[in-house]
């Protein structure tokens, strides 16, 4: 034993009883196609979904943006109960569509199937049109004609 013939291929060498054949080896090179992800963690841009009607309505749906920016330009307001509510409206729905759109066009929603993301869609869609319009009434009848209240209005 002081010969060192207990370590016999330990010096970075397969001993034979070790050696696998390839023939029987468990780790064949596989013929299915393995696909590429690409993205973080498996994130893909859906073009497909931003170039079709459901994209192109739910970026036409960020104008909500608009409506926001005309809102925060005004500095004075009285009385400014609804300025304040077109305001919440208009952000409200930004943050909520832009969350939607950002789920639909990196296909996250593929990832939450237990949710009808469709009819999650068309609620967030109806109650938005629903509130800006009781907005932009109450913001039309109290606005001081400014172009930005107009604007907003509009």
Not at 76 to 95: I, M, T
Not at 124 to 133: D, I, V
Not at 146 to 152: H, L, V
Request: glycine share 8%; with cysteine; hydrophobic share 45%.
């Amino acid at each position: 034993h002081e010969n060192g013939d207990d370590l016999e291929g330990f010096d970075g060498e397969a001993s034979s009883a070790s050696m696998i054949s390839a023939a029987s080896s468990p780790y064949q090179p596989t013929t299915e196609p393995v696909s590429q992800r690409r993205g973080l963690g498996g994130l893909r841009c859906d073009l497909d979904y931003l170039r079709g009607t459901l994209g192109r309505l739910k970026l036409a749906e960020l104008l909500a943006l608009t409506a926001f920016i005309c809102i925060e330009t005004i500095m004075e307001c009285s009385p400014c109960e609804g300025l304040y509510f077109f305001e919440f409206v208009s952000c409200s729905a930004l943050v909520v569509t832009g969350a939607l759109l950002i789920l639909f066009s990196l296909s996250l929603h593929t990832r939450i199937p237990q949710i009808n993301w469709n009819l999650t869609d068309l609620v967030n869609t109806g109650l938005s049109t629903f509130f800006f319009f009781i907005a932009s009434v109450v913001l039309a009848a109290l606005n001081h004609k400014t172009g930005a209240e107009i604007a907003a209005v509009v």
